[in-house]
T-cell receptor, first 112, second 118 residues
Framework: GDSVTQMEGPVTLSEEAFLTINCTYT??????LFWYVQYPGEGLQLLLK?????DKGSNKGFEATYRKETTSFHLEKGSVQVSDSAVYFCALSDGGSYIPTFGRGTSLIVHP | GAVVSQHPSRVICKSGTSVKIECRSLDFQATTMFWYRQFPKQSLMLMATSNEGSKATYEQGVEKDKFLINHASLTLSTLTVTSAHPEDSSFYICSAPDGGKQETGELFFGEGSRLTVL
């Protein structure tokens, strides 16, 4: 079945540092890929998405590129802020069922 | 974008009582809603799929008699935790696919409900 593997956290960075959160997936079809973000005490919200190979999703300075050859969708940001501290979930949705498969989440802590 | 709202955001109850959590889609119709439970250290567990006008589909290992789900209309699904015990304390989150974007797999999430059972 489908699965998503994220790097374990927490990831701790200083403000303005470069961020990478790794995500790899296995899927039988051609899934859509997502990054969701969860701020403390809140539900999840969509951060960015990509629906086909080589697509780049971007939002709020975050980017991720759908790499079919490496089955990856790594999240990057060039300069993190304290306000980016949150839990980040990588997810996929295979065309046959729109119920997404989530990774376990990666906590990001950004210090001033 | 589409908005999903949950209520209450926090609830504390005594052991043995029942608690109802509501999930509403505010600006779109949701024939399907999903209920998740979030455990410590973040991981999300899909509990059940709520279907408007029919019975919910529960994931393996989730007690359907304990976690009652009702999808009464195209904009409302409820989760009732019956005879709650301290081990049911958790963060419960609902979500729904916006009908127009259903094929992409994108979900819209409620704010979550923190249940504490004393």
């Amino acid at each position: 079945g489908d699965s998503v593997t994220q790097m374990e956290g927490p990831v701790t960075l200083s403000e303005e540092a470069f961020l990478t959160i790794n995500c790899t997936y296995t899927a039988t079809g051609y899934p859509s890929l997502f990054w969701y973000v969860q701020y403390p005490g809140e539900g999840l919200q969509l951060l960015l998405k990509a629906t086909k190979a080589d697509d780049k999703g971007s939002n709020k300075g975050f980017e991720a590129t759908y790499r079919k050859e490496t089955t990856s969708f790594h999240l990057e940001k060039g300069s993190v802020q304290v306000s980016d501290s949150a839990v980040y979930f990588c997810a996929l949705s295979d065309g046959g069922s729109y119920i997404p498969t989530f990774g376990r989440g990666t906590s990001l802590i950004v210090h001033p | 974008g589409a908005v999903v709202s949950q209520h209450p955001s926090r609830v504390i109850c005594k052991s043995g009582t029942s608690v109802k959590i509501e999930c509403r889609s505010l600006d779109f119709q949701a024939t399907t809603m999903f209920w998740y439970r979030q455990f410590p250290k973040q991981s999300l567990m899909l509990m059940a799929t709520s279907n408007e006008g029919s019975k919910a589909t529960y994931e393996q290992g989730v007690e359907k008699d304990k976690f009652l789900i009702n999808h009464a209309s195209l904009t409302l699904s409820t989760l009732t935790v019956t005879s709650a015990h301290p081990e049911d304390s958790s963060f419960y989150i609902c979500s729904a696919p916006d009908g127009g974007k259903q094929e992409t797999g994108e979900l819209f999430f409620g704010e979550g409900s923190r249940l504490t059972v004393l």
